[in-house]
């Protein structure tokens, strides 16, 4: 019996996401084979982080439908599953922008992102590289039925590197995952619970790790932003310019946004999926280089 | 006499986690909504996004046409949150607070429809059509 789970097991799965079929290996999540597929197949995802172990799950923005379970047992999944916490089986068929379903689905919990959230991009340092405000323009609906009062959260002060604005923070919970596992010392968490639950540091101490602003590259809208740039200018007059750093701890990938001849701020450099390039190696990217 | 059986609640309504709750006609369908939804939201983790935010969005919706300020249009609202709730969220809690809200409006929606249309009523009596006896005194409504 074991030595026949053995032999089937280095066989690759074969999937079909939108009628297009791909071949991944055993394990692989849905959204990671839409991911090989690349383009519109591609299910947007707010929570997920390919680099951070636990994450994904949360946000609901990744649903798909699996309209045949596997091969073997080819029956439909009653609910849309969350792609980025769903593995493959072999001849699954999954419908991302072909199921009706999945796209009201996704309207739907767009609409309970921003259900709460103060839209204020234009005083925002995320616009232009939020991904929610993307998220919003490709599958939201215009308006917001919602009348009553947004939700307010206390000012908190999380230290001089880092700004933290509760209220924009989609709950996506990638800075904890960051906290835990890339720096030595978890300070800040989720405290409270539903819709009152926030993030913050206990007793307001400063995250001054050395490695904390990676929370602010993984924060996809503008909760986390870097203070050493605030308001200093806006995302898309500056230009990106890839740049190397010789560092002992990471793997020196680094951005350069420059205005003319200046450069304002310095960013782990990003993948197509919004994701910092490799964290490789405990390839890390330290705050240092913010206030050089 | 036969025995409650599963099948009995076979109606489009919610059995839940096997417990039950009994109203008589006399108990206001709209309060009641209200009070699951207020517990849901208050019970929700907050983990994923529809549950965290369509929990209290119901509650909310719930709280207002309980309290005569609700319109037409909110009944279709509601049932739309519910459906984009249930069975998107990662845990049954989701799907729990969803039901209670569609069933009341796929059974009672005329009890709605009389809290709208009768919003001082609803604010002066605790019930919608059902024939509760007492009526609440509302010092701000009353003349005297
Ligand atoms: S986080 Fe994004 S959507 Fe929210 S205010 Fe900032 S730019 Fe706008
Ligand atoms: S602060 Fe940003 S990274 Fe952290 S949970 Fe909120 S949205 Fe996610
Ligand atoms: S990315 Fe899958 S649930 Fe957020």
Redesign the interface.
């Known amino acids: 019996m074991a030595e026949e789970v053995k032999k089937e097991a280095p066989a690759n799965f074969k999937v079909t996401i939108d009628n297009i079929t791909v071949e991944v290996a055993p394990g692989t999540t849905i959204l990671n084979a839409a991911r090989q597929i690349g383009g519109d197949v591609t299910p947007p995802a707010m929570c997920y982080y390919s680099k951070l172990e636990g994450s994904g799950g949360k946000c609901r923005t990744c649903l798909v439908e699996v309209a045949q379970g596997s091969e073997k047992d080819p029956r439909p999944m009653p609910k849309l599953m969350a792609s980025c916490r769903t593995t493959v089986m072999d001849g699954m068929v999954v419908k991302n922008i072909t199921s009706e379903r999945v796209q009201d689905a996704r309207a739907g919990v767009v609409e309970f992102l921003l259900l709460n959230h103060p839209l204020d991009c234009p005083i925002c340092d995320q616009a232009g590289e939020c991904h929610l405000q993307d998220l919003g323009y490709d599958h939201g609906k215009e308006g917001t039925r919602y009348e009553f009062k947004r939700r307010t959260f206390e000012k908190e002060d999380i230290g001089p590197y880092i700004q933290l604005h509760m209220t924009r923070c989609i709950l996506c919970y990638r800075c904890t995952y960051v906290a835990d596992q890339l720096t030595d010392k978890r300070v800040h968490g989720i405290l409270d619970r539903g819709d009152h639950a926030e993030i913050s540091t206990y007793i307001s101490k400063a995250i001054d790790n050395d490695f904390s602003g990676n929370m602010i590259d993984v924060c996809p809208v503008g909760a986390l932003t870097d203070k050493t740039f605030r308001f200093k200018n806006r995302v898309w007059f500056t230009k990106p310019v890839d740049a190397h750093r010789d560092c002992p701890t990471c793997c020196g990938k680094v951005t350069l946004w420059n205005r003319g001849d200046e450069v304002l701020r310095v960013t782990a450099r990003k993948d197509e999926w919004g994701e910092v390039q490799s964290y490789d190696d405990k390839a890390r990217l330290d705050l240092q280089y913010l206030s050089f | 006499m036969k025995a409650l059986q599963m099948e009995d609640f076979a109606t489009g309504s919610m059995m839940g986690s096997g417990g039950f709750i009994v109203l008589d006609d006399t108990q206001c369908v709209v309060k009641h909504t209200y009070t699951l939804a207020r517990f849901y939201?208050?019970?929700?983790?907050?983990?994923?996004?529809?549950c965290?935010?369509?929990?209290?969005?119901m509650e909310?919706i719930l709280l207002k046409i309980d309290s005569g300020k609700g319109v037409m249009s909110d009944i279709d609202?509601l049932w739309d949150i519910q459906?984009?709730?249930e069975?998107?969220?990662?845990c049954p809690l989701g799907d729990a607070a969803a039901w209670p809200v569609a069933a009341a409006i796929r059974h009672f929606r005329d009890e709605f429809e009389w809290h709208i249309n009768n919003p001082e009523d609803c604010l002066r009596k605790n019930y919608g059509l059902a024939g509760y006896a007492d009526e609440i005194h509302v010092p701000v409504l009353s003349n005297e």
């Open positions: 939201r208050h019970e929700s983790c907050g983990q994923c996004s529809p965290r935010e369509g929990t209290g969005w909310k609202l459906r984009k709730i069975g998107n969220t990662i």
